[in-house]
């Protein structure tokens, strides 16, 4: 079983609290794919997959300010992006993080892992596997406009969502037969986009990496059972604001359980094939399409 671990920024955190339920109902991966925040969240699985991982990984999820990410201070910006002509926040932030709180290297890994980036040099998605993590997860996680292509030899990477946002074709190449991805996506319209451009923008890039997600589930659907599990948490629409962690881990969190408990169970005990929308517990658990 491979887990494909897709991003969305400050919305990874969502990925925290399905995994939490997962381990909880004794359902581990083989393997893991990860793609821009969810490289973050991948390799930490990979190093051991179990509870004690997850609650470390929600610490450190729970550590993370916007100010760390994401000075705004209208000096340092426009000094960042006079300098970088690209961005207004540096790459390498994300390296640091990285490099603190994961192995080093992906040969240090208990599981196969693979990373999703965009190679900008040579316009196309590139898979790391081996080599340097901090590097890796770098390039994966750097939003284009955001963040500073972050930079590995003579080559230039940015967000791995730009080429792929959740990583299916990578989990049917580690031959993998049930995969479970988890998107955090989200355009519930319960909560409309705030009307200011910024808020526009980020809930057009949110329909849109659904819709991707949606694509690639019905292209590798006839080669693996799929699992498709989608928190769809109600929060905003930008993935740069890191205020409510804890609130998106422990809804994802009890969301999941609540699927899991109510019926999201194959009598074999693996969670059932299909687009799995779960919605908050006041209402009907989840919202399934059958694969």
Known sequence: ????????????????????????????????????????????????????????????????????????????MAVRYVRSHNSFFDSRYLRR??????????????????????????????????????????????????????RIGDEEFVDGAVAENVGLAEAIQLGATHVIAIDNSTSNPRRPPSNNLAGVLAQSIQIMLAQRTIEEYQRFATQARISLLVPNVEFGTE?????????????????????????????????APGIHVMLPQRRSTVVSLAQ
């Open 1 to 76: 079983m491979v887990f494909v671990l897709g991003g969305g920024g400050s919305r990874g955190a969502c990925t925290v609290g399905v995994l939490r339920a997962l381990l909880e109902a004794g359902i581990k991966p083989d393997a893991v794919v990860g793609c821009s925040s969810g490289a973050f969240n991948a390799v930490a699985l990979a190093s051991k997959p179990d509870l004690e991982t997850i609650n470390q990984l929600a610490s450190v999820w729970r550590s993370i300010r916007n100010r760390d990410l994401f000075n705004r201070n209208p000096l340092r």
């Open 97 to 150: 993080l990285a490099a603190t709180n994961l192995p080093g290297t992906f040969e240090q890994l208990v599981l196969p892992c693979a990373v999703i980036a965009t190679n900008l040099t040579r316009a196309r998605k590139e898979i790391f596997t081996t080599g340097s993590v901090p590097d890796a997860v770098a390039a994966s996680s750097a939003i284009p406009g955001v963040f500073s292509p972050y």
């Open 239 to 271: 993935g740069t604001d890191f205020s409510q962690v804890e609130r998106l881990i422990e809804e994802s969190y009890l969301r999941t359980r609540a699927f899991l408990a109510g019926g999201g169970l194959t009598a074999a005990g693996e969670v």
